[in-house]
T-cell receptor, first 117, second 113 residues
């Protein structure tokens, strides 16, 4: 978690509201990953983005969830019309360019704990 | 189905004891990483292993990558209360070219003084 900044750290939303989670990667990193963690479980991959491109969104629910990583500014994970089941910790990780040969390491932020009431 | 099976899921031991955590899969990984996570924090990388049969040591922690790159283990010698936490293994699959990680369920370790 060297330098990955996530905010807010805690977010409470009522059912039906929108949640916006922000992630500023390590300076110079152009790759961002979002993961979700339920209590007492490991992390589940959601989406992988490069600047202005979604590369792999195979882990993201097709409804209500979207992600972006604009040319300028942080990456945003947006959850529309939240439901109780969306309550979880959402982690962002960033890395420089990744290749199989380099096995580049990703650094995680401290996460956003979303609670839907 | 869980692609990476971690065992045990919970472990409570006395200070000074040794322990081993296992991470197993039927899939091949190009690399495997071990993380430690404190409550309310993000995972912190402990080590990355990339070569089959590789062994890495980090003070009292010893990490091993299986010869076939399908499994890994974490051994802690003379555990201390400061080792308490959630240990996660995570792998980058050989078939993937994105670097996304597959995580195990985690092992919650409690070391009692």
């Amino acid at each position: 978690n060297a330098g990955v900044m996530q905010n807010p750290r805690h977010l409470v939303r009522r059912r039906g509201q929108e949640a916006r989670l922000r992630c500023s990667p390590v300076k110079g990193h152009s790759h961002v990953y979002w993961y979700r963690q339920l209590p007492e479980e490991g992390l589940k991959f959601m989406v992988y983005l490069q600047k202005e491109n979604i590369i792999d969104e195979s882990g993201m629910p097709k409804e209500r969830f979207s992600a972006e990583f604009p040319k300028e500014g942080p990456s945003i994970l947006r959850i529309q019309q939240v439901v109780r089941g969306d309550s979880a910790a959402y982690f962002c990780a960033s890395s420089p360019v990744w290749t199989v040969e380099m096995n580049t390491e990703a650094f995680f932020g401290q996460g956003t704990r979303l609670t839907v009431v | 189905t869980q692609l990476l099976e971690q065992s045990p899921q919970f472990l409570s031991i006395q200070e000074g004891e040794n322990l081993t955590v296992y991470c197993n899969s039927s899939s091949v990984f190009s690399s495997l990483q071990w993380y430690r996570q404190e409550p309310g924090e993000g995972p912190v990388l402990l080590v990355t292993v990339v070569t089959g049969g590789e062994v890495k040591k980090l003070k009292r922690l010893t990490f091993q990558f299986g010869d076939a790159r399908k499994d890994s283990s974490l051994h802690i010698t003379a555990a201390q209360p400061g080792d308490t936490g959630l240990y996660l293994c995570a792998g980058a699959r050989s078939s993937s070219n994105t670097g996304k990680l597959i995580f195990g369920q985690g092992t919650t370790l409690q070391v009692k003084p």
